[in-house]
């Protein structure tokens, strides 16, 4: 399919959107911690609302300098509102297509996004070209098939995950992209490759299983309406998920992970 298409699907619906800004890098990029000190600069590209930016911004401090890009107006809107008290902290609504910038970076962070976007390795390369010499690529990425339920969830959310990988597969994203990642890194001349598990694992005895699990029923009440519009289900359907699988959660289901690689790599030096 197009490229069009694949923009138009990887676009964030306007909707607000409570996955993103759950998200903190302590809890949702925990492999940045280890390089995150005083006086770095960083981008970080698909930053969406911001959320994990933000805490990128206060481990670099005021001496560091943290830029976050993505395509979506109302999201860099919404990042945009918090930036006035941290002077190092600056987003841009840029497609890290276009993004033009003479400006290096010792790190370029990149999570759930290769995911969305029909050409990865070009995008690989882009950020690549955006380090400085020694600067570190990390990217935080998705495997949706190898995402492990117990016990399995209702039919009606099992049909709901199949369209969905069905939908992102016609326009051209790689449901398994995080088990690319590493030969792609080492394809395009990254060093020091480095492959870490970062699955996501919630369990009913966890505080928080109901709402981390949830979202596959945000996933439906979010995106499903463009497979509706696309014709990949049918309305009765998604909502029958959502009904169905918020059941699961409150009943019989016992626990959902995610499975999701964490994969740096180093510039070299000249
Ligand atoms: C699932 S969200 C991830 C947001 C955040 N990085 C996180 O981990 O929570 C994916 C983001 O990628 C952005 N995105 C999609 N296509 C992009 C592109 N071509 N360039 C930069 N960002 C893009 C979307 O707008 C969206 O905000």
């Known amino acids: 399919m197009s490229n069009e298409t694949a923009n138009r699907r990887a676009a964030m619906p306007t909707v607000a959107n409570p996955i993103l800004e759950r998200r903190t890098v302590e809890n949702s990029n925990r492999n940045l911690l280890k390089h995150l000190q005083p006086g770095l600069a960083v981008l970080d590209v698909g930053c969406?609302?911001?959320?994990?930016?933000?805490?990128?911004?206060?481990?670099?401090?005021?001496?560091?300098?943290?830029?976050?890009?993505?395509?979506?107006?109302?999201?860099?809107?919404?990042?945009?509102?918090?930036?006035?008290?941290?002077?190092?902290?600056?987003?841009?609504?840029?497609?890290?297509?276009?993004?033009?910038?003479?400006?290096?970076?010792d790190m370029v962070t990149c999570a759930r996004v290769l995911q969305w976007l029909n050409r990865p390795e070009e995008a690989l390369v882009r950020m690549k070209n955006l380090l400085k010499p020694g600067g570190i690529l990390a990217v935080l990425d998705y495997n949706h098939e190898r995402i492990e339920w117990s016990p399995e969830p209702p039919a009606a959310m099992q049909t709901f995950y199949a369209a969905f990988l069905k939908w992102r597969q016609d326009a051209g994203f790689n449901n398994a992209i995080a088990d690319h990642l590493r030969d792609l890194f080492?394809?395009?001349?990254?060093?020091?490759?480095?492959?870490?598990?970062?699955?996501?694992?919630?369990?009913?005895?966890?505080?928080?299983?109901?709402?981390?699990?949830?979202?596959?029923?945000?996933?439906?009440?979010?995106?499903?309406?463009?497979?509706?519009?696309?014709?990949?289900?049918?309305?009765?359907?998604?909502?029958?998920?959502?009904?169905?699988?918020?059941?699961?959660?409150?009943t019989t289901g016992e626990s959902m992970q995610l499975y999701l690689l964490a994969v740096e790599g180093r510039m070299s030096q000249p």
């Open 48 to 105: 969406g609302s911001g959320a994990i930016t933000r805490g990128i911004a206060e481990r670099v401090g005021p001496q560091g300098r943290v830029l976050g890009i993505d395509p979506g107006e109302t999201l860099i809107a919404d990042a945009q509102r918090h930036t006035a008290e941290v002077p190092q902290l600056a987003f841009q609504q840029a497609d890290l297509f276009n993004f033009e910038t003479d400006e290096r970076f």
């Open 186 to 250: 080492e394809r395009n001349g990254l060093e020091e490759v480095t492959v870490e598990t970062q699955f996501e694992i919630s369990r009913k005895e966890d505080a928080g299983f109901s709402v981390a699990s949830r979202i596959w029923a945000e996933v439906a009440e979010i995106r499903g309406p463009q497979l509706v519009r696309d014709g990949y289900i049918s309305e009765e359907e998604r909502l029958r998920a959502i009904e169905e699988y918020d059941q699961w959660i409150a």
